[in-house]
């Protein structure tokens, strides 16, 4: 863990390219470390995918819906405590989720204990148990060599000796696994017909690796299958997601660093393969210039990258860019009901699976958050309810037919919420909806698609995209770099851009 640092003067002009939480933390560590740093973003408020809005008293988170690494060790809980604040407010999820099968009426409870999930996971899957044993030892090794810091993927002498650094004889462990798929590994198990778990893991997967058990790197899996569980967990932020980025901003300014929204960078400027500046546009006014910059963050897609880069962008770089498989986009509807409409007990976080034979996507599948009493997100004797599902984000970008299938997608979302919901026109009280076109609009991704590259063999971890980029200076952060979506991610990689950073003065 790397020590409390104390700010120090520093002539290195940086600027931060997006204030989502990968931006804004690696802003705020550069800046409590004494660098002169500048963010612009070109939305109304920080946090990106995982900002809120408000309507009629509600409010409604925009994307992420949950925080991992809040525990002592975490990797929130190490950056809020070398900034010196405070973390915001929070409660364990309890269970994690409570996923429904196609047709079934009692839920698979991914408890937070893991005596009471393990009984849970026997229960719901016999048989199953040497393929959680397998998952579970390699997530203690995973996330044991996570803990130490390593860079992934290495690209220089550097970042090489960090990655070994981090190596142990049980990280030797993993190394067979490197290569499996959990498709493959289910299969190997005698586990491959069983048709109810692998569709709990597909489900499951879909949300943190954005493909399904076949295409999920095996070691990624054991990560985002092992983080809900004691002592770790996910966790549901009093107030909103807004208080994550609230935060880490109240710190970047404390520090002296700047933050300017409604900005829209529009080219990163480059000479002799090192960054020199970015063209910056107000949203506001139309003024236009450059800011110098002798380091440049850039939270942004690595499509947006290669974009922002133009005739600049590395040619390789920009063909292994133009070959990634195309990244999910997510419609979601925000419903704002009153407190009858839930049912009694409701956890924070469901899953629901409609139809055995569809795609998880489409509304054929939801992932539901539910705002609980006193947390900050309804008024009194209301609640909020936000449904996302995956969706082709080629689907939306056509204005002719575009109103319509907003339209029909929130319809048959909101005819399947209402299988568990008392979802009335007396319980509703508000209903909007976002597509793949809406987060382009305010979050400014490419396409709107949302979640990262995907943890595929060929793009996770060692084999992913690094933060250190071929243009010197230039650092991408966030989840399409390692270790991939979620505030917790973006919050590593936005931690192993500034060590990198810092290494190279």
Known sequence: MPKLRTPKASSQRVVVIGAGIGGLTAAALLAHRGYAVTVFDQALVPGGCASTFKRKGFTFDVGATQVAGLEPGGIHHRIFAELNVDPPAATPCDPACAVYLPDETTPIQVWRDPQRWRAERQQQFPGSEPFWQLMGDLFRYSWAFQSRDPVLPPRNLWDLRQLVQAVRPDTLLTLPHTFSTVGQVL??????????????????????????????????????????????????LHGSMQSLSDTLVTALQRDGGQLWMRHSVRRIHTSGNRVTGVNVCSLKTG???????????????????????????????????????????????????????????????????????????????????????????????????????????????????????????????????????????????????????????????????????????????????????????????????????????????????????????
């Open 187 to 236: 299969r190997q198990l005698g586990l491959g017909a069983d048709r109810r778990l692998k569709t709990f893991l597909d489900m499951q997967l879909k949300l943190y690796s954005q493909v399904d058990a076949d295409e999920t790197a095996l070691l990624y899996a054991a990560t985002a299958l092992g983080v809900s569980q004691e002592p770790r967990g996910l966790f549901h």
């Open 287 to 505: 003024a236009e210039w450059v800011e110098p910059a002798d380091q440049i963050v850039a939270n942004v897609t690595v499509q947006n990258l290669m974009q922002l880069l133009g005739e600049q962008a590395p040619s390789g770089y920009q063909r292994r860019v133009e070959k990634l498989p195309p990244s999910s986009g997510a419609f979601v509807v925000y419903l704002g009901v009153k407190q009858s409409a839930l049912p009694p007990n409701c956890p924070p976080h469901l899953q629901f699976l409609y139809d055995y034979d569809g795609p998880i996507a489409e509304n054929n599948s939801l992932f539901v958050s539910v705002s609980q009493p006193g947390d900050g997100r309804a008024p009194a004797g209301c609640a909020t309810i936000i449904a996302s599902s995956f969706t082709d984000v080629s689907l939306w970008h056509n204005d002719s037919t575009y109103a319509d299938l907003k339209q029909q997608y929130t319809n048959e979302a909101i005819a399947r919420l209402a299988q568990h919901f008392e979802l009335t026109p007396e319980t509703i009280v508000h209903v909007e909806a976002a597509t793949p076109r809406t987060f382009a609009r305010y979050t400014a991704r490419d396409r709107g698609a949302v979640g990262g590259i995907g943890q595929r063999l060929a793009t996770f971890g060692p084999f992913g995209f690094a933060n250190r980029t071929p243009i010197a200076g230039l650092w991408l952060v966030g989840d399409s770099t390692h270790p991939g979506e979620g505030t917790a991610g973006v919050s590593y990689s936005a931690l192993t851009a500034v060590r990198q950073l810092e290494a190279s003065l």
